[in-house]
T-cell receptor
């Protein structure tokens, strides 16, 4: 079993929809949770960063962490065609160097 | 100019050849990383370096070696390439301040025939 599980999709939604992307994990030592966005033929770029449990909002994006369920989510409101990309969750524990464990990524397509 | 650059961007080579992938950064970060990305497997850490004199193996270091020539340069070598090393390779950097966010380069697409 992988430490981090993420549905690969693809997920196709109409423009303006609310998108929910999720990851589950098994390592209770994970404390830092990230979402990266990766456009085709590009490197991943950090979208959201959350420490421990709770919510964080940035514009149309909201990241949620539920450590009791070992479950993290990324919500995208009013989705746009420019949001079409692969979304990768990543997480790490305190200490042990800044070694990230990534999910496999969910491919999202927002259609006009 | 991009903060993290990788060369080459694409490379096709044959089994048994020695290959070097190069990474340079202008972000002034001490920490550098090499990952490979495969469909269905996500990003996996190959090697990482926290400063010029520090090199550490990651999750999948077998068949790879690295060299940290300077704070800004970190190279990945495949001594004798094999077909299952065909993948997308990414370099990343981070620093100790703030969130220690990793910043990725544009990637190198390597094909081993």
């Amino acid at each position: 079993q992988k430490e981090v599980e993420q549905d690969p999709g693809p997920l196709s939604v109409p423009e303006g929809a609310i998108v929910s992307l999720n990851c589950t994990y098994s390592n209770s030592a994970f404390q830092y949770f990230m979402w990266y966005r990766q456009y085709s033929r590009k490197g991943p770029e950090l979208l959201m960063y959350t420490y421990s449990s709770g919510n964080k909002e940035d514009g149309r994006f909201t990241a949620q962490v539920d450590k009791s369920s070992k479950y993290i989510s990324l919500f995208i409101r009013d989705s746009q065609p420019s949001d079409s990309a692969t979304y990768l969750c990543a997480m790490r524990s305190t200490g042990g160097g800044n070694k990230l464990t990534f999910g496999t990524g969910t491919q999202l397509k927002v259609e006009l | 100019d991009a903060d993290v650059t990788q060369t080459p961007r694409n490379r096709i080579t044959k089994t048994g050849k020695r290959i070097m992938l190069e990474c340079s950064q202008t972000k002034g970060h001490d920490r550098m990383y090499w990952y490979r990305q495969d469909p269905g497997l996500g990003l996996r850490l190959i090697y990482y370096s926290f400063d010029v004199k520090d090199i550490n193996k990651g999750e999948i270091s077998d068949g790879y070696s690295v060299s940290r020539q300077a704070q800004a340069k970190f190279s990945l070598s495949l001594e004798s390439a094999i077909p299952n090393q065909t993948a997308l390779y990414f370099c990343a950097t981070s620093d100790l301040t703030g969130t220690d966010t990793q910043y990725f380069g544009p990637g190198t697409r390597l094909t081993v025939l």
